[in-house]
Nanobody, 122 residues
Framework: EVQLVESGGGLVQPGGSLRLSCAAS????????MSWVRQAPGKGLEWISA????????YYVDSVKGRFTISRDNAKNTLYLQMNSLKTEDSAVYYC???????????????WGQGTQVTVSS
């Protein structure tokens, strides 16, 4: 069974940090580009970061550039998102996905996890 399981979310104060993990099972991420997508309350899915299969190419949406870092450990079959200098507007459910761009017409494509909640609040 193919699974992506996110972890590492939680409540953090503005300016704080969190590290999200996405553990894959049932398939090898080494051959997949991977990405992170978030959904804030009442808003649509927002593609925020991606990394190619080899890890040499990355993408960040402008709002997280310089604060978030995507990485992968193919040996551990795990994707990561290091989030620093968190802002209240970063509060959302964060999903990992098995595509560089895992959205088509607003719908999810590829493998997705169940999401992990990140809440940034004082």
């Amino acid at each position: 069974e193919v699974q992506l399981v996110e972890s590492g979310g939680g409540l953090v104060q503005p300016g704080g940090s969190l590290r999200l993990s996405c553990a894959a099972s049932g398939f090898e991420i080494v051959v997949y580009d991977m990405s992170w997508v978030r959904q804030a309350p009442g808003k649509g899915l927002e593609w925020i970061s991606a990394i190619n299969s080899g890890g040499g190419s990355t993408y960040y949406v402008d709002s997280v550039k310089g604060r978030f870092t995507i990485s992968r450990d193919n040996a551990k079959n795990t994707l990561y998102l290091q989030m620093n200098s968190l802002k209240t507007e970063d509060s959302a459910v964060y999903y990992c996905a098995s595509r560089w761009f895992p959205l088509a017409g607003g719908l999810k494509i590829g493998y997705w996890g169940q999401g992990t909640q990140v809440t940034v609040s004082s």
